[in-house]
């Protein structure tokens, strides 16, 4: 089968056109070394099918962003029968200048004339058959978003000859000098020799460093960069007065129009918020059209059991989009989705029991390994919901205008105005928010923005938050709710900007990178698009879901269900309930198994072992030996996901009050169970909600981190996670317990800064000086 | 009249001279159509005051400051 490699720049419609091209046989993967996406289908509207390879948006070839490293070594050593390059024709003279550098290689080309629908709409004329003498490879006018010449194009690169020569348009001026460069690359025996040379004398760091390079081009003017940038430029332009026939152009398009309101000096960053605000709102509200008023619990519409609905079918699915209030499309959707999971999981338990199996069959199996699966599929409407509305942002061109905005505020923690999206994407779910930081082009960058996107609260940490807050409300009587809660969103940012800073100054030093971006015209959103790359990231996160969480769940819920001498813990919650009905009233209306012995389990233990370690946040040796343990029990049981939290203190209450506690029915009674059972402080509770907002993120975020993150990067990612919360913690617990703490950080901190500050300018190094004791 | 690009004011308009600065970012500018002889209009700048964008070779480049210093400009 052959092979066609699709190149041009990003904004040009490349994934349009591949989409239309392969359809449904797309798959997306990753370059090998590199995560940048990897998207390869095949073409079967000829006579023969053809494999597409569609390489990354680029604007040139040169060897300084990821993308452009994949790009070259595929058209050089990948072997491809030839290249599809897409041209922008709204934008000829920039999308030609990476066509100049593809006629250089001896790989085939074809061009496909993308956009010429928008070019006519304008006004304009471009004469493809002028551009196709001009160039010398066939030109084939398209129009990927409405399919229009795609035959056309694919039957002339199925004609295309085997192999061609490299042409390059420098030939009149730089005649000499690329002529002793290529006769180098000639007797190295490199193909595409004439493509190694003209990189060569642009002072192209891959070839410069390849044996023998610099000294065959040592005699000539070595530094022609400037010039023969300019020299591609000037023979477009030139050649362009030819084909491209402008219209008279209004004063203000369309576009720049949009960009006046969008980019306004003030008003830019108030839409970007109520923007903002819209994606968050239309999924996860539960509150659509603020029919209840704009906060909770003064609602004036009737709640379906006020409306006498019993608890039928159709009741439940009624109650999807409406109780109460009327629901957002995004939790309508999470609604469905877990009714559907609900009825699967009703249907696996009674086939368990019709098959005899045991009753711990029916707890590992549906609520240990179904309900683990199912607590993060449920998930996936929200997320994609979320990744909907960033994608929209994105394809609109409106994504770009934000990280324009927003840039000099990023730049002070050496990040640029793009890391803004993965990391306010933090506040609903950390997994499409890593996914996302592959728009920035840093290494370093993305590194620094994933290991921080946890500490934007998301969703799921939320009930960690209100009900230990409530807890402290109504044991202490102090605080409010909501301020704690804002409160502990804040700090979760502070850490963050911290962390930023502390890991560009150190470990990530170096400049902010570049900043020099095109700002693409406002288009609209090409709708088959976004549903293609919304189903990519569904198929990826279910995949997840069923790997990794599979293993995690199984694996705490044997730690939480058996003792060390392997007896199995949990017991029938109707027995238990009959057994002691004062005792156990809470459970009258629970069927199934219950964990009522948490105490006795190997997490039980565990959590009473490392207990001391967690001294210092608040939660450690001062709460004793009986109960003390309950809080590290509950942040392991988080890793899986962090609603576990509050529902294994709900499930512990059992072993510290007496009482079981569904967390979901009362989370605050959960939390007042826990801290009047312990006799946990204020500041220690407060270090313990800020020790799981910074913590190892739940497993399928780390199963993400590890995906997005450079190779070898994840250990110490993990490490670092492990560290900032733990000194987090330590400081608001100390802090808060006694004031004058305060001087002990500021003189740490104030250390801290001055030591890196005096090794960052080279005076004083105090690695160095412990590397050359341990020499001597 | 010769100045940097971070010093023009918006509206106005020139034709680049010479390119400056260092390795990666000075491809970056060729790689982008910021080349000597091309010319160039101060679009905008940020609601801060940086970065700035410009409009060159028929469409729109936002770059920083730092970065558009690096661009000498006659003025036209």
């Known amino acids: 089968m052959k092979t066609f490699a699709l190149a041009g720049n990003p904004n040009c419609g490349k994934t349009t056109l591949f989409n239309a091209l392969t359809g449904s046989t797309a798959h997306v993967g990753n370059w090998p070394g590199v995560t940048v996406d990897k998207r390869e289908g095949v073409y079967r509207g000829g006579e023969k099918p053809v494999k597409i390879v569609d390489l990354p948006g680029i604007y040139s070839l040169s060897p300084y962003t990821p993308e452009e490293v994949v790009s070259r070594n595929f058209i050089l050593d990948g072997q491809p029968d030839g290249i599809i390059n897409i041209v922008d024709a709204t934008n000829l003279e920039r999308n030609l200048y990476l066509t100049t550098q593809l006629l250089e290689t001896d790989v085939p080309v074809v061009i496909a004339l993308n956009m010429m629908d928008e070019v006519d709409k304008a006004g304009d004329r471009i004469d493809a058959q002028a551009l196709e003498a001009a160039l010398g490879v066939p030109v084939v006018p398209v129009s990927a978003l409405k399919g229009k010449g795609i035959k056309q194009l694919m039957d002339r690169a199925a004609a295309l000859p085997e192999t061609r020569k490299g042409v390059t348009v420098l030939q009149d001026e730089f005649r000499s000098e690329i002529a002793a460069a290529r006769a180098y690359y000639e007797k190295e025996g490199v193909s595409s020799p004439l493509f190694h040379a003209v990189k060569l004398l642009e002072n192209d760091e891959i070839e410069r460093e390849r044996k023998g390079a610099k000294e065959a081009v040592a005699q000539l003017n070595a530094d022609l960069e400037a010039e023969i940038a300019d020299r591609r430029y000037g023979y477009i332009s030139s050649n362009l007065a030819s084909v491209k026939v402008s219209a008279k152009r209004q004063t203000l398009t369309k576009s720049d129009k949009i960009d006046r309101v969008l980019t306004h000096r003030i008003w830019s960053i108030p839409i970007f918020i109520v923007v903002l605000f819209a994606v968050f709102h239309l999924t996860f509200s539960e509150n659509l059209f603020f029919l209840n008023g704009f906060t909770e619990g003064q609602g004036w519409m009737p709640t379906l059991e006020e409306l006498g609905y019993g608890d039928g079918f159709g009741a439940r699915l009624l109650a999807c989009f409406y109780d109460g209030a009327v629901f957002s499309p995004g939790v309508m959707l999470t609604n469905l989705l877990n009714l559907v999971l609900d009825y699967i999981g009703g249907g696996v338990s009674a086939l368990i029991g019709v098959c005899g199996g045991a009753a711990w069959v029916d707890s590992l199996v549906c609520d240990a390994i179904l309900g683990g699966i199912f607590a993060v599929l449920g998930f996936l409407p929200q997320i994609l919901f979320l990744f909907l509305g960033f994608s929209v942002m994105e394809d609109t061109g409106y994504m770009a205008r934000i990280a324009f905005v927003l840039d000099r505020i990023f730049r002070r923690f050496g990040l640029s105005g793009r890391a803004f999206m993965p990391m306010i994407m933090g506040f609903g779910c950390s997994l499409p928010a890593m996914i996302n930081t592959r728009t920035l082009s840093d ?170 370690l967690f001294t210092p946040l608040g939660f450690g040796a001062q709460l004793g030996k009986s109960f003390g343990w309950v809080f590290a029990v509950a942040a392991i049981t988080g890793l899986v996901a962090k609603e576990n939290v509050i529902a294994t203190l709900g499930a512990l209450a059992a072993v510290v009050a007496g009482a079981y506690i569904d967390w979901e029915a009362d989370e605050v009674a959960t939390a007042v169970a826990m801290i009047e059972g312990t006799g946990i402080t204020i500041p220690a509770i407060l270090a313990f909600i800020v020790f799981n907002m910074t913590t190892i993120p739940c497993f399928a975020a780390c199963a993400t981190a590890k995906a997005e993150l450079p190779k070898g990067k994840f250990r110490w990612t993990l490490l670092f996670w492990v560290v900032t919360s733990y000194l987090s913690a330590a400081a608001i617990y100390t802090l808060g317990s006694w004031w004058w703490t305060l001087f002990i950080w500021l003189a740490v901190v104030g250390a801290a800064v001055a030591l890196i500050a005096l090794r960052n300018t080279g005076k004083f190094d105090i690695l160095k000086i412990f590397k050359k004791r341990s020499k001597k | 009249m010769k100045k940097l690009l971070s010093e023009f004011t918006v509206g106005e308009s020139g034709r680049i001279v010479a390119v400056t600065g260092e390795g990666r970012v000075r491809r970056r500018l060729f790689d982008m159509g910021v080349t000597p002889g091309a010319t160039l209009i101060m679009r905008k700048k940020a609601p801060l005051g940086d970065p700035v964008e410009i409009t060159i070779r028929g469409y729109e480049l936002t770059l920083r400051k730092s970065e558009a210093a690096c661009a000498e400009v006659e003025v036209l």
């Open chain 1, 443 to 612: 290494e370093n960058e993305r590194t620094a923005t994933i290991r921080v996107i946890p500490f934007f609260s998301c969703g799921a940490k939320l009930p960690i938050l209100t009900a230990m807050a409530g807890g402290i409300l109504a044991v202490f009587g102090v605080g409010n709710v909501d301020l704690i809660t804002l409160s502990m969103y804040l700090a979760g940012i502070v850490i963050a900007v911290c962390a930023v800073l502390l890991m560009r100054n150190t470990t990530m030093r170096g400049e902010a990178p570049p900043f020099i971006m095109e700002l693409p015209a406002y288009r609209l959103p090409a709708f088959k698009n976004v549903l293609l790359h919304l189903w990519d990231k569904a198929k990826h996160f279910v995949k997840k879901a069923f790997t990794i969480i599979f293993a995690s769940t199984v694996i705490i819920w044997v730690l939480q269900s058996f003792s060390w001498r392997w007896e199995f813990l949990l017991q029938d919650a109707q027995q238990l309930f009959e057994a002691d009905p004062v005792k156990w009233q809470s459970l009258a209306e629970i069927e199934g198994l219950v964990n009522v012995q948490t105490d006795k389990s190997i997490l039980g233990s565990l959590g009473a072992f490392v207990q001391p």
